[in-house]
């Protein structure tokens, strides 16, 4: 069993910056692949981005590209999305989620844990 603690979230204006920031209570944390989805209200949870444990390879969301950036530090069990160039339609609740293994993947479906979310919003 995982535990993720979600933090960071607030209020920006457009163009503005935000990271948010997870914690996992786990010994193997490296063995974990690391995801950051959303979800605004009304809408399905989406996919933003994602990181392996063992090397570091990241992936994102076409929407977000270019734009965020997800960070892992495995001796700290966190997992960080730096967020810049912030658009309304970012505003949602932020959820950092954990799958069991290093198989890249943006399904939702097979990720094992998450966290309670942190809400992001971006006024224009």
């Known amino acids: 069993q995982v535990q993720l603690v979600e933090s960071g979230g607030g209020l920006v204006q457009a163009g503005g910056s935000l990271r948010v920031s997870c914690g996992a209570s786990?010994?193997?944390?490296?063995?974990?692949?690391m995801g950051w989805f959303r979800q605004a209200p009304g809408k399905e949870r989406e996919f933003v981005a994602a990181?392996?444990?063992?090397?570091?390879?990241?992936s994102y969301a076409d929407s977000v590209k270019g734009r965020f950036t997800i960070s892992r530090d495995n001796s700290k069990n966190t997992v960080n999305l730096q967020m810049n160039s912030l658009k309304p339609e970012d505003t949602a609740v932020y959820y950092c989620?954990?799958?069991?293994?290093?198989?890249?993947?943006?399904?939702?479906?097979?990720?094992?844990?998450w966290g309670q979310g942190t809400q992001v919003t971006v006024s224009s």
């Open positions: 989620e954990a799958r069991v293994g290093t198989i890249p993947t943006s399904q939702r479906s097979r990720y094992h844990y």
């Open positions: 990181i392996s444990g063992s090397d570091g390879t990241a």
């Open positions: 786990t010994r193997t944390f490296r063995s974990y692949y």
